[in-house]
């Protein structure tokens, strides 16, 4: 198994080593990706717009909801034809476009319809669903095409590379965001141009990752048992937190909201996104470090803080509740890792592509989680609501304890 080298530097430079093709392709998708992700940050500048807009909480948490659910769900059902595909890079190009035009809408929505808030409103959630349910058919071939071509102790090194280099794009980009929104220009322009810009990062990363060469296969004609990783304990294991995981995820994007509106701090969303993307860019190093000694640590790690920070949301006054979006950073990226790894390496490549449309489906109807979340702050308060996420962060800790390493 490969492992980085002790130092700091020569990990970076390790991760970072970019002279293989498909590794690079893949790095530098990642990096758009990334760019993409700040522009249209569900947590930070969707959430922002919805509340703008005057949203109720349960459409605020629908929004990731959306995104996230609309890139999984659809994975399962998918599974047993995109096995029988010989090269699994053919169908993720054909859906590049339809993702590409969910994007566009939204920003067309924004720039045409700012005089009609239905309209406006209708345009952005079709934009926003459009590109989630083609994301759903792009991801199984992506991950199918990312195990095949990256050796098993190269996984974390590419994640992390794609992590570290894409969250300082988007740090920087935080700052972009801050001043795009501050411009005298009338609502929603500013976010128009936002998604615009989002919609150029992802396009051009999405059609990098196309050009991956993958290796051709002969067809599985077998049917694909999509039962059989619940056989493994293994798998049952790791699924049980990975759920519990996307049901803590309930209070994700009301950190934003609640900044907003109970704390009038809706001008430090830029500076709140930069923050995000700095821990997330720096912990990267640290999680790429211990992902060398198994991901089941930095699974537990990024659950810790996890468990801090909507308690730490309840506690810190305005001027210090970018801290919150430090932390938030910090456990995405570390859970964010850490699940992705474990789940390539526990899955036998026979049973791969049942074990991620399986698990990735699951997980994307929990998902939805935040549209509970919405629903719990519009009656009982985000108090309540944060409180709820930390209790489900312990609980996703206690069971990480019985994670099992990899092989």
Same mark, same amino acid.
């Given at each position: ?11 970076? !430079?390790?991760?970072?080593? #970019? +002279? ?19 522009? $249209?940050?569900? @947590? ?20 990731? &909801?959306?995104?996230? %659910?609309?890139?999984?769900?659809? =994975? ?30 939204? &920003? ?30 792009? /991801?199984?071939?992506?991950?199918e095409v990312v195990a095949k071509t990256?050796? =098993?102790?190269?996984?974390?090194? !590419? ?7 894409g969250g300082l794009l988007a740090f ?9 929104? /501050? ?8 976010? %128009? ?5 989002g919609a150029l990062a992802y396009g ?15 067809? +599985? ?5 999509? +039962? ?33 509106? %109970?704390?009038? =701090? ?8 930069? $923050? ?7 912990? @990267? ?21 996890? $468990? ?6 309840? *506690? ?9 979006? #430090?932390? =938030? ?17 526990? %899955? ?23 549209? *509970? ?13 944060? $409180? ?20």
């Amino acid at each position: 198994m490969w492992k980085a080298p002790r130092d700091g530097r020569s990990t970076i !430079l390790t991760i970072l080593d #970019l +002279k293989e093709r498909n590794y690079r392709l893949a790095v530098v998708n990642g990096w758009l990706v990334w760019l993409g992700d700040a522009f $249209l940050n569900p @947590n930070i500048v969707l959430s922002g717009f919805a509340a703008r807009l005057g949203a109720p909480g349960a459409l605020i948490g629908l929004l990731p &909801a959306l995104l996230q %659910a609309g890139g999984m769900v659809p =994975q399962a059902f998918l599974a047993p034809w995109v096995a029988r595909l010989p090269r699994k890079i053919v169908l993720y190009r054909r859906v590049a476009a339809l993702r590409l035009s969910g994007v566009l809408l939204m &920003a067309l929505s924004a720039f045409l319809f700012g005089e009609n808030s239905s309209l406006l409103l209708l345009g952005f959630l079709l934009g926003l669903l459009l590109n989630a349910l083609f994301t759903g058919v792009s /991801s199984l071939p992506f991950w199918e095409v990312v195990a095949k071509t990256t050796p =098993q102790g190269r996984r974390a090194a !590419l994640f992390s590379a794609r992590n570290l280099v894409g969250g300082l794009l988007a740090f920087l980009a935080g700052f972009l965001v801050r001043e795009v929104l /501050s411009l005298p220009l009338p609502f929603p322009l500013p976010y %128009a141009l936002l998604f615009a810009l989002g919609a150029l990062a992802y396009g051009l990363g999405w059609y990098l990752f196309g050009l991956t060469e993958e290796p051709e296969e002969a067809p +599985k004609e077998a049917r694909l048992d999509l +039962k059989a990783p619940l056989l493994s304990p293994a798998f049952r294991r790791y699924l049980g937190v990975r759920l519990l995981l996307a049901l803590a995820g309930l209070a994700e994007p009301f950190y934003a909201a609640y900044a907003v509106r %109970a704390l009038g =701090q809706g001008k430090e969303l830029g500076l709140y996104l930069s $923050l995000y993307a700095l821990a997330f860019t720096l912990s @990267n190093l640290l999680w790429a470090r211990m992902a060398e000694r198994g991901s089941r640590g930095v699974l537990r790690a990024g659950a810790f803080l996890a $468990l801090l920070s909507p308690l730490l949301a309840l *506690l810190l006054p305005p001027g210090l509740f970018g801290l919150v979006f #430090l932390l =938030q950073g910090a456990y995405l990226a570390a859970l964010g890792l850490s699940t992705t790894t474990l789940l390539l390496n526990l %899955a036998p490549p026979g049973e791969r592509s049942a074990a991620i449309g399986l698990a990735n489906t699951l997980a994307g109807l929990f998902a939805f989680s935040p549209v *509970l979340g919405g629903y719990l702050a519009d009656r009982l308060g985000f108090p309540a609501l944060f $409180l709820l996420a930390a209790l489900l962060y312990a609980l996703s800790l206690l069971l990480g304890r019985e994670l099992p390493e990899e092989a």
